[in-house]
């Protein structure tokens, strides 16, 4: 199936209009950034983040009162996918001092309900769990697979027959679990999602994340240098940074304006990311292998006229290609439910902006220069 195989459109005469759009797009995004920030996610910032499915819808309000006054602070509570799902996310990474007694007092209270009496005794504890010796193993089986049942991260220190010793978390996400179970027992819920991250490690996943994408651009300006010359190449990259960074700023702009659009910047916001280079520098050199070719046939045409007729001559492809893309992506975005609608929404306008780009950035920078400077493009 092929599409406008007569087209010969004037595409380098809107190069100026296609400027002006991008230009304005790049400032709104600036000062949406600027103004509004962008929201990390825990893979970046560091903390704990949970995220609970409710049997029977909640009330997103009722959730916020409950946690509110658990010990941990400030809360960031807000529903997920539905009427169900709840999302709470703290930048705590340990449970603090003053609360910690009442969680071990919560534990302690599940233990007697299990077996009352049974003798115990801590033998060693931390910010993050601690652990009980008992008995017997049998005492020690009955209560870890009780507390387990209960909500409790417990489990055994060793797998030995007969150990006696119970290792239970005692984490952020654990306490919060706890208090929802006991504040709100007559809804159950299931945990869809939970997530630590230390500062040290966010920091360095931030800065990793960064480094790939700086990386990524870098090999494709060498490898389109070799492949093309380096004003192809150049403007292939620049095409590049105008889509990430536009796309981009459209998550500082839309952030919390779309309900049930989570908008937070992450580790598969990153890979969404790489994602859209790898697509738009496929849809870009497509574009760039066809002026060249053309250039090898037609040396005596203008550039100009050229890098139109290669443009028309492969929109057929592009529209066919970037078409059944867009419509998967829309599908996920749709019906792929809260973890993937944010991957799919970077894919959807990614491309979308990738495929403009690959039109009127990367063909116009290349003819830009060539009349700029007075250079004849030849292969």
Request: no cysteine.
């Amino acid at each position: 199936m092929r599409f406008f195989e007569k087209l010969n459109f004037n595409f380098l005469g809107l190069r100026k209009t296609a400027y002006a759009i991008s230009g304005a797009l790049f400032l709104i995004g600036i000062i949406a950034a600027v103004t509004r920030g962008f929201q990390f996610g825990i893979d970046f910032k560091g903390g704990a983040e949970i995220v609970l499915q409710f049997e029977k819808p909640i009330n997103i309000s009722d959730i916020r009162a409950d946690v509110d006054n658990i010990g941990l602070g400030n809360l960031e509570v807000k529903t997920f996918g539905g009427e169900t799902g709840v999302m709470i996310r703290t930048e705590l990474q340990l449970i603090p001092a003053e609360v910690y007694p009442q969680v071990i007092e919560a534990i302690e209270q599940e233990i007697e309900k299990l077996i009352p009496g049974v003798s115990r005794k801590i033998v060693d504890s931390s910010a993050s769990s601690v652990t009980y010796a008992f008995d017997n193993s049998e005492d020690a089986n009955n209560i870890i697979d009780g507390l387990f049942a209960a909500g409790f991260q417990s489990g055994r220190v060793s797998e030995e027959p007969d150990n006696v010793e119970m290792l239970v978390s005692v984490g952020i996400a654990d306490w919060i679990k706890e208090n929802l179970r006991t504040k709100i027992p007559d809804n159950p819920f299931t945990v869809l999602k939970e997530d630590r991250v230390g500062p040290k490690i966010g920091a360095e996943l931030k800065r990793d994340a960064v480094l790939a994408i700086f990386f990524a651009l870098i090999a494709i300006l060498i490898y389109l240098g070799f492949r093309f010359k380096f004003i192809f190449a150049f403007g292939a990259v620049a095409a590049l940074f105008h889509d990430v960074l536009i796309t981009l700023g459209l998550f500082a702009i839309l952030y919390g304006l779309i309900p049930g659009l989570n908008l937070d910047i992450d580790l598969t916001i990153v890979a969404a990311f790489l994602t859209l280079i790898g697509y738009s520098i496929n849809d870009t050199v497509v574009v760039f292998d066809r002026i060249r070719e053309n250039l090898k046939i037609h040396k005596t045409r203008p550039l100009f006229e050229i890098i139109n007729t290669s443009i028309s001559q492969t929109m057929s492809r592009t529209i066919l290609t970037g078409g059944t893309t867009l419509l998967t992506v829309l599908v996920l975005m749709i019906f792929g439910g809260e973890v993937l609608r944010a991957f799919a929404f970077t894919l959807f306008f990614g491309i979308i902006i990738g495929t403009y780009s690959s039109i009127f950035v990367a063909s116009t920078l290349v003819y830009e220069y060539a009349t700029k400077y007075h250079k004849k493009v030849e292969f």
